[in-house]
């Protein structure tokens, strides 16, 4: 057992085994996918890294009693907060400014507009911060008044009496819309301060990301993961054959693996991870040094669209819904020499690794990119029988 450091565990639905000593975590989550692959545990490689204050995204959400998460069990009630001891100290630091700045009484005029901020650090010193706001609400012009005050010099106009701070130390900010009709943001962003994009450093590699995008939320265990896969694919004289990186986001399995293989092709098909993805295959490739690499702006369920070259290496790293049907179908049309599959929730993992019936696992690892909480990250090698 283990003394939780953090005052709201067991009241906030964040995390939920700090009780637990970080040993008895790690053995547990070795367990369970040990028994959702099937695979002997004692073959199962672990990669950890900090047990706190790792995390490189925290998702905070308003309400009438503050900034905060949801309540444990009780997702319509949010709970204020102060800071997370899962989340990167320049996390806290920007949390309390915003905390500060956008109390119940200053943006109750707004009625509701005010929906999330997502909250961003990396490893190489940038941070950002997205508003999301409610696309439909007509106080929305009102709110990004607001924001834009909160960026600007503590001695606003708009204020009879200076602030210092409450005002954000962010280097970029931006504005994303939602509505109650999708779980999704709109691609409209409005940019407030510096850009939509960060970067972060990867095997020697930069790659940038937006802000509120997908991206690996452990910037240490990221690394760990990349410099882990890279060294499966170099097991396999590659030179002649080809690497498909499926949800490649913003395109880091497919640049990074590129110069292994002859020819690379990435599918991604959310926009501002395309956009994204297109910078990085321009900053990182030299077309003298790496072969060929395409882009596809491409759902992964459509990949029938695109003419496969054989032989054939795959990474992919779904959503924690998993893979579409149409997807694993073409992929076991195509008959790739090596499958890696990198999923984020191993009882998805578990329905789907039996569909690859021409395929049996050869290795899998366990990164735990989320210390305190039941989840973590696999790394699974599938080859063919």
């Given at each position: 057992?283990?003394?939780?450091?953090?005052?709201?565990?067991?009241?906030?639905?964040?995390?939920?085994?700090?009780?637990?000593?970080?040993?008895?975590?790690?053995?547990?989550?070795?367990?369970?996918?040990?028994?959702?692959?099937?695979?002997?545990?004692?073959?199962?490689?672990?990669f950890s890294g900090k047990e706190y204050f790792y995390r490189n995204r925290m998702d905070v959400l308003f309400s009438p009693q503050g900034i905060g998460l949801r309540k444990k069990g009780k997702v319509s009630e949010?709970?204020?907060?102060?800071?997370?001891?899962?989340?990167?100290?320049?996390?806290?630091?920007?949390?309390?400014?915003?905390?500060?700045?956008?109390?119940?009484?200053?943006?109750?005029?707004?009625?509701?507009?005010?929906?999330?901020?997502?909250?961003?650090?990396?490893?190489?010193?940038?941070?950002?911060?997205?508003?999301?706001?409610?696309?439909?609400?007509?106080?929305?012009?009102?709110?990004?008044?607001?924001?834009?005050?909160?960026?600007?010099?503590?001695?606003?106009?708009?204020?009879?009496?200076?602030?210092?701070?409450?005002?954000?130390?962010?280097?970029?900010?931006?504005?994303?819309?939602?509505?109650?009709?999708?779980?999704?943001?709109?691609?409209?962003?409005?940019?407030?301060?510096?850009?939509?994009?960060?970067?972060?450093?990867?095997?020697?590699?930069?790659?940038?990301?937006?802000?509120?995008?997908?991206?690996?939320?452990?910037?240490?265990?990221?690394?760990?993961?990349?410099d882990y896969c890279r060294k499966l694919l170099q097991q396999y004289p590659t030179q002649q054959a080809h690497l498909l990186d499926l949800y490649a986001g913003v395109g880091t399995f497919g640049i990074l693996n590129?110069?292994?293989?002859?020819?690379?092709?990435?599918?991604?098909?959310?926009?501002?991870?395309?956009?994204?993805?297109?910078?990085?295959?321009?900053?990182?490739?030299?077309?003298?040094?790496?072969?060929?690499?395409?882009?596809?702006?491409?759902?992964?369920?459509?990949?029938?669209?695109?003419?496969?070259?054989?032989?054939?290496?795959?990474?992919?790293?779904?959503?924690?819904?998993?893979?579409?049907?149409?997807?694993?179908?073409?992929?076991?049309?195509?008959?790739?020499?090596?499958?890696?599959?990198?999923?984020?929730?191993?009882?998805?993992?578990?329905?789907?690794?039996?569909?690859?019936?021409?395929?049996?696992?050869?290795s899998a690892a366990l990164f735990d990119f989320f210390p305190q909480t039941g989840h973590s990250e696999a790394v699974v090698q599938l080859r063919k029988k």
């Open positions: 057992m283990a003394t939780p450091p953090c005052t709201y565990f067991g009241n906030c639905g964040g995390c939920t085994t700090q009780h637990l000593a970080y040993e008895t975590q790690i053995i547990q989550k070795k367990q369970a996918l040990a028994r959702a692959i099937k695979f002997p545990e004692e073959n199962i490689k672990v949010i709970i204020p907060i102060d800071r997370c001891v899962i989340a990167d100290e320049t996390i806290n630091k920007l949390l309390n400014e915003a905390r500060n700045f956008f109390t119940p009484s200053r943006i109750q005029s707004c009625k509701k507009t005010f929906s999330s901020l997502i909250i961003r650090a990396t490893s190489i010193g940038e941070n950002g911060l997205c508003f999301v706001l409610q696309e439909n609400s007509l106080h929305r012009q009102e709110a990004i008044t607001l924001i834009r005050d909160f960026t600007s010099s503590p001695y606003s106009s708009h204020y009879s009496s200076p602030f210092p701070s409450s005002f954000s130390s962010a280097k970029n900010v931006v504005v994303a819309f939602t509505s109650p009709a999708s779980a999704f943001l709109s691609e409209e962003t409005l940019v407030i301060k510096g850009g939509e994009f960060l970067q972060e450093k990867f095997l020697e590699k930069t790659f940038q990301f937006p802000i509120s995008g997908f991206f690996q939320n452990n910037s240490v265990l990221a690394d760990k993961m990349h590129a110069d292994l293989f002859k020819s690379t092709i990435l599918v991604e098909s959310a926009p501002l991870a395309v956009k994204a993805a297109e910078f990085n295959i321009k900053n990182n490739i030299i077309p003298q040094k790496i072969p060929q690499i395409t882009f596809h702006k491409l759902d992964a369920m459509r990949l029938r669209k695109i003419t496969l070259p054989k032989p054939l290496f795959v990474i992919t790293d779904p959503p924690r819904i998993g893979m579409h049907q149409q997807t694993i179908h073409y992929l076991n049309q195509a008959q790739p020499e090596i499958i890696i599959y990198i999923s984020c929730n191993p009882q998805r993992l578990a329905k789907e690794l039996p569909k690859f019936k021409e395929y049996v696992v050869k």
